[in-house]
């Protein structure tokens, strides 16, 4: 038999890439206090090739129109662009989303470009169904965030491609185990990510590609495959 040191060394070959897949950055989400550039500088520093920007996307008051608010929105994301380019870190464009017909639920979204946020904004003050129906297309890849969190309500999975099954907010109790076997239990995608938002997070959470996606349309073909591995502070999960 194997031992594990072995298995993990040919794992980590076999996965060489490290990607954040849930970070918040300051000012659009205002629960962050990380500007996007220390954001990717942060990950970068942890030997990160990759992340996504998911900063929440909902009817926001802190803007009152529209255009102001992606406006916003695109800013933090270009700026950690910016700073990725500078570094070698490739940033995808990832989105939070929350919609205001219904509970206080969160959904990560992949597969998408700047040109779609305007279309997204206008079915956040709808609900989950209308949005799958007329403006999720073939590209995207959604997924109900920490769907086993206190005050979440679990979705049809019909309407998801999947989960975010490890959360590693510090503080919140996401129930990862039972997340993780409910996106199993119903053959969808089970996601990781840090949920990162704030200075000292150190339990960051990585996904692990056997080859690395350029972009987000990339990194939602890639979920789609469902091929990865998950690592916790720098520990495989084998
Ligand atoms: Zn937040
Ligand atoms: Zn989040």
New binding site residues.
């Given amino acids: 038999m194997k031992k594990s040191e072995e298995i993990k060394s040919e794992l980590s070959k076999a996965y060489p890439v490290r990607a954040e897949l849930h970070a918040?950055t300051k000012p659009v989400?205002?629960?962050?206090d990380i500007p996007p550039r220390d954001a990717v500088r942060t990950f970068h520093n942890d030997g990160y090739d990759a992340m996504a920007i998911t900063n929440?996307f909902s009817i926001n008051k802190r803007w009152t129109n529209k255009e102001d608010y992606l406006e916003a929105y695109k800013h933090d994301f270009l700026e950690a662009l910016d700073e990725g380019e500078k570094l070698g870190m490739t940033i995808y464009l990832g989105a939070?989303l929350r919609f205001s017909k219904q509970s206080d639920n969160d959904y990560l979204l992949f597969g998408i470009t700047l040109d779609d946020l305007d279309k997204i904004y206008d079915y956040l003050d709808k609900d989950l169904e209308t949005f799958v129906r007329e403006c999720k297309t073939e590209t995207m890849v959604l997924l109900q965030a920490h769907p086993f969190r206190d005050d979440m309500i679990l979705m049809d999975t019909d309407l998801l491609d999947g989960v975010e099954a490890f959360n590693m907010h510090p503080n919140h109790n996401s129930r990862v185990a039972v997340a993780y076997y409910y996106a199993k239990e119903h053959g969808k995608i089970a996601t990781i990510g840090s949920?990162y938002?704030h200075v000292g997070h150190d339990n960051l959470a990585a996904t692990r590609f056997s080859t690395l996606p350029k972009d987000s349309l990339e990194l939602a073909e890639e979920l789609r495959k469902n091929d990865f591995i998950y690592e916790i502070s720098g520990n495989l999960m084998v």
């Fill in positions: 918040h989400s205002g629960c962050s929440h939070e949920d938002h």
